[in-house]
Structure formats: C-alpha cells, structure tokens
C-alpha cells in the first residue's frame, strides 16, 4: 500500500495544489454568502431560491464549478491532514493514516460526482 | 519529492564511523515560535474538508428537490451555524492569504514548460486581484446581479 501510495503521491500533490488553489479563490465567497449574508438576510431576496440557484448549478460550467468546489478541497485536506499527522505523530502511522485519508477523499469525490450529475 | 521535516530523517540508515547526535523534537515544537502559524496553517485543513462536505450536502439538497434545499437554507441560521461559519470564514481568508499572497510567489518553478513564470515581486499583487476578482464573481452570481 504504502508503495503504492508513494507511486501516485506526485499525482496527489497537484490535486492538492490545485485544491488548495480553487479552495482559497472561491470558498471564502462561498461561505461568506451561504454561512454569514444568507442567515442575516443580506442577500436579495430570489437570488438564493431553490429554482435559481438550480439552474445555475445543473448547467454544464454549474456542474464543473461544484465538482470542482468539492473534489479538490477534499484532496487538498486529505493530503494537508496527512502531513499535519506526520508532523505531530511522525511516519509510524503514516502507513494507516495515508490510506485512510486518501481513500476517503476518492470515495467522496465519486460521490460528488453522482450528486453532480443527478442535478 | 521533498517530504516534512522530521527528526527521523535526520538519522542514518545504519550506524557510521562518526559520532553523531541523536535525533530529537526541537524545543519549540509544535506551538513556539514559527511553529505555531505553519502548525495551524496544517490544521486549517479541517476546515477545508468541512466546507467541501459540506457544499456536498448542498448538491445533495439540490438534488433532492425544493425542501431539502430550504431546510438547508434555514439550518445556516442557527446561531452556532452563524458562530462556525465566521470563524471559517476567517480561517479561509488567513489560509487563503499564506497560500495565495505569501506562498505562491516562493513556490514558483524556473520554468513552466517553455515559459518563466512572472518575477517573484509581481506574484502577490497578481494572485491578489485574482482572488478579489474571483470572490467579486462568486458574490455577483450567487447575490443575482448577474446573470
């Protein structure tokens, strides 16, 4: 496993740098709308209704944008966290940790891909 | 493919003719000195996987039709939702502003296929207007301004 995980760590890297890149462009807008504006009723009304915000999110760029926003940040922080363990609890359970995190990013990513698509 | 650092690494595969000292955690480890902000920037990807789940659980409601969607609207406006959601916001901008302003520049390769990336001193404002302009477009689509 761990082999295995040292012979894709290369393509994981890029996922995480590309996460990393798409998670800080676009999420801090993505909260601040959804988390903070939307409860406080700073945002016009209609514009976060379900029919709007379904149609923008169920057209081809909507879709890619939302895969996007999920599947990367996911791998960022599996990659992120794995290290952040390395770090505190050093390479000995790096052999469970890894695979743990790497598979669940996977596992959630194709799921983000379904609920994508079922759109 | 350059790892952390870590005390581990330090020591010899096997035994050599030279003395040498044991390996061992710097004193400051993990929340002194500069520690402290690289330990937290490693922790900020907690929040990272929360947001990503949770825009998951957005599609999800999406999928599922107009009820699910507003049930998720109106559980943002509980207060500890409100309370967790500021303090990501501010872990968002801080992570964003390392990675984006103070990192990006420092991670540059010599060359991106034939082309140099821009010089160093030109990154940070680049990748800033980036980020502004990116936010402004996420704000006007989702808000209604446009389309």
């Known amino acids: ?119 | 493919m350059p790892r952390m650092a870590h005390p581990q690494t330090l020591q010899p595969s096997k035994p050599g003719s030279t003395r040498t000292a044991a390996a061992e955690m710097p004193t400051k480890f993990p929340t002194g000195g500069r520690y402290l902000s690289y330990m937290a920037f490693g922790a900020t990807a907690f929040f990272y996987l929360i947001v990503a789940l949770q825009v998951l659980r957005m599609v999800l409601a999406l999928a599922a039709g107009p009820e699910a969607w507003d049930r998720v609207l109106v559980s943002f406006q509980h207060p500890l939702y409100l309370g967790f959601h500021a303090i990501t916001l501010a872990v968002l901008l801080w992570a964003g502003w390392r990675f984006l302003i103070k990192l990006s520049a420092k991670a540059q390769p010599k060359k991106i296929g034939p082309l140099r990336p821009p010089a160093a001193e030109a990154i940070p404002p680049l990748m800033g207007v980036l980020w502004l302009g990116a936010s402004a477009l996420v704000i006007i689509v989702l808000w209604g301004v446009f389309p």
Do not use: C
């Open chain 1, 1 to 119: 496993m761990k082999t295995l995980i040292e012979k894709i760590e290369p393509f994981i890297w890029v996922l995480f740098g590309a996460g990393f890149m798409v998670g800080s462009l676009l999420l801090p807008a993505w909260v601040f709308t959804f988390g903070i504006a939307q409860p406080l009723g700073w945002v016009p009304e209609g514009a976060l209704a379900f029919e709007r915000v379904h149609a923008l999110a169920s057209n081809p760029i909507g879709r890619l944008l939302l895969l996007a926003l999920i599947a990367l940040p996911l791998w960022n922080a599996a990659n992120h966290l794995r290290h952040f363990s390395i770090d505190l609890g050093g390479y000995e359970r790096d052999g469970a940790v890894a695979p743990l995190l790497y598979a669940g990013a996977a596992v959630l990513s194709v799921v983000a891909i379904v609920a994508v698509v079922q759109l």
